[in-house]
């Protein structure tokens, strides 16, 4: 058996020691393994992910590039070559990527195109850290490392002893440019590739300054290599600079990046300064360990304690920040907009349909002045294009459904994360998507008009995953509702989102208990199949979106039948074989066969809709059922390896399940003040928050057999609420909770210890 220590160092050890815990972290950014999730493919994804060498929420990020240029899938462990290290702003494997280039270290000859230039490699000789990676390429006997600063990195190459030492720069294809600088031992340029979402003018300058002259220059266009220029502006440029070392010599290279300019590029060089690559990389690794060590675990195993701050790690990268410091040190963004040049911040690359779940939840809880940097973002953005992003990178992608700023804006807001923005300007961004439709599918509401004048988007008028698009829409005016009476808007507005937050109930079907699509003369979908993905849904089934009903499982609830029904209806999910109906598609999607191979019936941990679910179980009274399951999924579907998630981690979303399940409690509802209990992973959780105040989850008697909770008590009073107050947390508060290895049947059984519901609230 093997285990990851940071990065592909393995160590082979006993299952015993393996079952060793971990008393305490010191150190806890040498506990992630930035390859885990990397074993990925279309067809399959444990995580799609990539190692990513960055600083948190980092404008630029390095990685090494296994795939050729333009392939999503940029770095796969089952890969045996590199063909570079690229600058990376990619997402997703499926959103692509954009300001990107890449460098690659070779000797012997010029060779620059990328299948000439790559190398074989091993994960035995890889290390890869969230502040640090190296790699021996074989073909070329080199070492190459990095370190990364937000907007600028360092890279060091050590050379054998050879006159045909070189680095090759490859600015990629959709327009180019390239100019080496001798006198200076620089080499400055831009690339346009990007996979949509900019304005016309983009473009990513860079910059990178080495450490000696070089011996010998070249620039290259396509098939044709000079060594007689020393610049090229074409479809796909690039340069190759050479240098004769000894044994063992290391050349330095700082990289910097700017979407602004040239200049703004050689500013952001600054951030190294004349830092030598050590310095750099232990700046890096302090600034990681300063964010990670706001959330200390202990008391749990060592897979358990990598896969914890593994997923931390992922929670940290994204949104990006996309904005720059100019020469008066005020904060200035391009707009991916509209193209220009604007004051203030912006963060892009980040997909709220997986992330409103619970990364900007853990936002709110860690990080509050960074979300309402995000909020500032959030409100340039509409400023500049219009409308509220739903999927930006860097500018408006049409990718997924729902309205779901709202749930992001609303959530910042009442929980007391309001400055440094205009919550007025975003609640008026906020009241345009629930009335138009956006120059993309997923900007704006897609079927608005008929979601406003019937309550729900029908089946039957060409608008695809509509009951997705209905359910999405009528948990957002639950957060409108709750954001405009924060706001004292006028009555009449209040009622229209407390009305609509109802629609939910246009799609149950009492036949089946299971929402359903809906035509527009009022009936339902004919023939329906709850085993059908996509159709009427978003990468999922009736059996999985059913639950998207946040704010209130109550309404639900009396829906299904009452507590008894409802949660029978939960058992059913796990009980269901995974059959699929794959025919919307045309074939299987990764996101079924992730679900089909689990072995967990048809709950489909590996994609967003159902994650919560599991703990619906509260509010039906049977918590105990939601302390097995949480555990199962955490013990079986995350683990610290290259195959460690089961589906696409998706921007932090699925990492953010884990972090939140791990402290025991999840953010079901954003837009409540509330989270809700299922169990803590560890025996001991301290998150130190941003105001001072501390947050600990002690679970002493926390193992293996022991999942079940016994006994909670809140600051040293017997709590018997299936739910915690963010508010309240925020005081700084310590939860005690007695674990034991049967089920308690009779704790948090009470209706009112149910979380919070809508209609519960009303009555």
Known sequence: MKYFLGAALT????????????????????????????????????????????????????????????????????????????????????????????????????????????????????????????????????????????????????????????????????????????????????????????????????????????????????????????????????????????????????????????????????????????????????????????????????????????CLYRTMLFPRKFYEIDDKKQIVHYSPYNGQVLPGYMFTDNGFWDTFRAVFPLFNLTQPTLNSHIMAGLENAYKESGFLPEWASPGHRDCMVGSNSASIIADAYLKGNRQGYDINKLYEAILKNTQTEGPLSSVGRKGAAYYNKLGYVPYDVKINENAARTLEYAYDDFTIWQLAKELKRPQAEIDLFAKRSQNYRNLFDPSTKLMRGKNENGTFQSLFNPFKWGDAFTEGNSWHYTWSVFHDVQGLSDLMGGRAGFAKMLDSVFVVPPVFDDSYYGSVIHEIREMQIMNMGNYAHGNQPIQHMIYLYNYAGQPWKAQYWLREVMNRLYQPTPDGYCGDEDNGQTSAWYVFSSMGFYPVCPGTDQYVLGAPLFKKVTLQLENGKTLTVNAANNGAQNRYVQDVKLNGKTYSPNWLSHSELMKGATLDVQMTDKPNTKRGTNPADAPYSFSASKK
Request: charged residues 20%; proline residues 5%.
């Open 11 to 310: 160590l082979t050890m006993s299952v015993a020691t393996l079952a060793q815990t971990v008393d305490k972290v010191d150190d806890p950014v040498e506990w992630v393994n930035p390859l885990m999730g990397t074993d990925s493919k279309p067809s399959l994804s444990t995580g799609n992910t990539y190692p990513s060498i960055s600083l948190p929420w980092g404008m630029n990020c390095w990685m090494p590039q296994t795939g050729k240029m333009g392939n999503g899938w940029a770095y796969v462990y089952t890969a045996d070559k590199l063909r570079g290290f690229k600058q990376t702003h990619q997402p997703s494997p499926w959103i692509n990527d954009y300001g990107q280039f890449a460098i690659m270290p070779i000797t012997g000859k010029r060779r620059y195109k990328e299948d000439d230039r790559a190398s074989w490699f091993s994960h035995k000789s890889e290390i890869a850290k969230p502040y640090y990676y190296s790699v021996y390429l074989a073909d070329h006997n080199v070492t190459t490392e990095i370190s990364p600063t937000e907007r600028a990195a360092a890279l060091r190459f050590t050379f054998p002893e050879t006159d045909s030492s070189f680095v090759v720069i490859d600015a990629l294809d959709k327009g180019s440019s390239i100019q080496i600088i001798p006198g200076k031992n620089r080499i400055v340029g831009y690339t346009t590739k990007n996979s949509g979402g900019v304005p016309a003018n983009f473009k990513n300058y860079f910059v990178i300054q080495f450490d000696r002259p070089f011996a010998n220059t070249a620039v290259w266009s396509g098939d044709t290599l000079s060594a007689t220029q020393l610049a090229k502006q074409a479809n796909h440029v690039g340069a190759v600079v050479g240098f004769k070392t000894r044994k063992g010599e290391q050349v330095y290279a700082r990289v910097a990046s700017s979407f602004i300019s040239p200049e703004q590029a050689e500013r952001n060089l600054q951030e190294i300064g004349n830092d030598s690559f050590d310095t750099v990389k232990n700046k890096a690794k302090a600034i990681w360990n300063t964010e990670m060590k706001r959330m200390l675990v202990s008391g749990g195993t060592a897979d358990q304690t990598r896969t914890f701050y593994s």
